[in-house]
């Protein structure tokens, strides 16, 4: 495993050397200028690539005293014995509670709430792809990208577009779910190609445009611990 330490942290944040469920999770501790320091799985300390990444986490996992192991945990540095968690939903209402990135009424909440259980189930999607391996991806493939992205992205598309608003999906200013779909539509931009331009979905073209400029999302970006590539495991079919 890889061991990014930072001596400033609040947080440490674990899991594999991908973007993965834990990108929307930096994104969000980036915008909130909080620091953290990182445990990566299926790599070396210097980078490399670990042959059986599996190992790794599990030779880990057992010295985390998390009631629930699994990844992507999150570990609150200053009050250690209290908050040792995992599930990625959980851990972005934590933070967004913790920052927040809630929204400011229970109706903003409740669309949050509605939006990140949609984007989940189009992640599912996206993962039943990445992950489908040998002769049945070409198929599984052509499926997804003529059922789920239409359905998903122009949800989410005529959702943004009928806002006043229209860099940010719930309120007047950025929330949890920000951080999820823009992780989402910029993985989809790149795995089906023409998906999103400013001809065919030009709200949501605009959108993954506004949320590169926000600065501390640019500064994150530009660091030296961002992860551009890979989204999925080294062994997927799309990564």
Same mark, same amino acid.
């Given at each position: /495993?890889?061991?990014?330490?930072? =001596?400033?942290?609040?947080? %440490?944040?674990?899991?594999?050397?991908?973007?993965?469920?834990?990108?929307?999770?930096?994104?969000?501790?980036?915008?909130?200028?909080?620091?953290i320091?990182?445990v990566?799985?299926?790599?070396?300390?210097?980078?490399?690539?670990?042959?059986?990444?599996?190992?790794? +986490?599990?030779?880990?996992?057992?010295?985390?005293?998390?009631?629930?192991?699994?990844?992507? &945990?999150?570990?609150d540095?200053?009050?250690?014995?209290?908050?040792? /968690?995992?599930?990625?939903?959980?851990?972005?209402?934590?933070?967004?509670?913790?920052?927040? &990135? &809630?929204?400011? #009424?229970?109706?903003?909440?409740?669309?949050?709430?509605?939006l990140?259980? %949609?984007?989940?189930? @189009?992640?599912?999607?996206?993962?039943? =792809?990445? $992950?489908?391996?040998?002769?049945?991806?070409?198929? =599984?493939?052509?499926?997804?990208?003529? #059922?789920?992205?239409?359905? $998903?992205?122009?949800?989410?598309?005529?959702?943004?577009?009928?806002?006043?608003?229209?860099?940010? @999906?719930?309120g007047?200013?950025?929330?949890?779910?920000?951080?999820?779909? $823009?992780?989402?539509?910029?993985?989809?931009?790149?795995?089906?190609?023409?998906?999103i331009?400013?001809?065919? !979905?030009?709200?949501?073209?605009?959108?993954?445009?506004?949320? %590169?400029?926000?600065?501390?999302?640019?500064?994150y !970006?530009?660091?030296?611990?961002?992860?551009?590539?890979?989204?999925?495991?080294? +062994?997927?079919? @799309?990564?």
């Open positions: /495993m890889q061991r990014i330490e930072n =001596t400033n942290a609040r947080f %440490e944040l674990g899991y594999w050397a991908i973007r993965g469920l834990a990108q929307p999770i930096r994104f969000l501790l980036a915008h909130a200028e909080v620091e320091s990182e990566r799985f299926g790599i070396n300390q210097d980078g490399s690539l670990i042959e059986d990444e599996s190992p790794d +986490w599990q030779d880990h996992k057992d010295a985390l005293s998390l009631p629930f192991a699994n990844l992507p &945990y999150l570990i540095l200053e009050l250690p014995n209290e908050v040792r /968690m995992t599930q990625s939903n959980a851990i972005m209402r934590f933070l967004a509670r913790r920052f927040d &990135y &809630y929204g400011d #009424t229970a109706i903003e909440q409740t669309w949050i709430d509605l990140q259980d %949609e984007a989940y189930d @189009f992640r599912n999607s996206i993962i039943e =792809t990445a $992950y489908t391996l040998g002769p049945e991806y070409e198929k =599984t493939f052509a499926e997804f990208k003529s #059922t789920s992205v239409p359905r $998903y992205l122009d949800g989410f598309e005529y959702h943004l577009s009928n806002r006043k608003l229209q860099n940010c @999906f719930v007047s200013r950025i929330s949890l779910v920000d951080f999820i779909l $823009y992780e989402l539509i910029w993985q989809v931009r790149l795995m089906v190609a023409g998906s331009t400013v001809t065919n !979905r030009p709200t949501l073209h605009r959108f993954l445009e506004s949320f %590169e400029k926000i600065p501390q999302i640019a500064a !970006r530009a660091g030296d611990d961002y992860i551009d590539r890979p989204i999925n495991s080294p +062994w997927a079919s @799309f990564c």
